[in-house]
């Protein structure tokens, strides 16, 4: 049971370029969600997803497009890269809740995103 | 989903417990409070949640007031360890559409000391 994978976990992108970072878990989780995480700071919201073919707004979606055509797997895509998306970027996954589960959020190791 | 405010660090003594404090005054009905932690650059790591009755596991006690407006995260023999950044969330976990936005602020870092 690998629980939340993370790809890749490095990487270095020049501006303008594009990319897509892969969370893929393993646990039938309804719900996704990634972050990013700057120095010092708490994690930020940037799009979520509460199930297969559905995604929505967090709290900084600007510059990233995201996309969950199969349950197990959220996509975070940077159209064209810019200097201020460097940072830390964290997906995680969930139960709705439901059936006495406890909802709690399973992070992945995150992805370490330079762009120059 | 409500907001929820801590203060942005705390000193404990090793082998003390640490009481870490959580404001969320405009929580609502039908949202749990949930506590996590990070330690050095990792992922956050659940630690336990509660609706309206104090909680207790193997790793720390959750304390909730009864109007549920604020609630205390409590590790009963703090270790070095223990050393990280905790965050207090609240999150609808049976909801609305929309209602699924789990929201982290900056926590608490918390810093063991020998």
């Known amino acids: 049971n690998a629980g939340v994978t993370q790809t890749p976990k490095f990487r270095v992108l020049k501006t303008g370029q594009s990319m897509t970072l892969l969370c893929a878990q393993d646990?039938?989780?309804?719900?996704m969600y990634w972050y990013r995480q700057d120095p010092g700071m708490g994690l930020r919201l940037i799009h979520y997803?509460?199930?297969?073919?559905?995604?929505a707004k967090g709290e900084v979606p600007d510059g990233y497009n995201v996309s969950r055509l199969k349950k197990q797997n959220f996509l975070l895509g940077l159209e064209s890269a810019a200097p201020s998306q460097t940072s830390v970027y964290f997906c995680?996954?969930?139960?709705?809740?439901?059936?006495?589960?406890?909802?709690?959020?399973?992070f992945g190791e995150g992805s370490r995103l330079t762009v120059l | 989903d409500a907001k929820t405010t801590q203060p942005p660090s705390m000193d404990c003594a090793e082998g003390r417990a640490a009481n870490l404090p959580c404001n969320h005054s405009?929580?609502?009905?039908?949202?749990?409070v949930y506590w996590y932690r990070q330690i050095h650059s990792q992922g956050p790591q659940y630690i336990i949640h509660?609706?309206?009755n104090n909680e207790t596991n193997e790793m720390a006690s959750l304390i909730i007031t009864e109007d549920r407006k604020s609630s205390t995260l409590i590790l009963p023999h703090a270790t070095l360890r223990d050393t990280a950044v905790y965050y207090c969330?609240?999150?609808?976990?049976?909801?609305?559409?929309?209602?699924?936005?789990?929201?982290f602020g900056a926590g608490t870092r918390l810093f063991v000391k020998a």
């Open positions: 997803s509460v199930g297969e073919g559905t995604t």
């Open positions: 509660g609706l309206k």
């Open positions: 646990m039938n989780h309804e719900y």
């Open positions: 405009t929580i609502s009905g039908n949202e749990y």
């Open positions: 995680a996954s969930s139960y709705s809740g439901l059936a006495g589960n406890t909802g709690e959020l399973f």
């Open positions: 969330i609240v999150r609808v976990v049976v909801g609305l559409p929309g209602g699924f936005k789990t929201i």
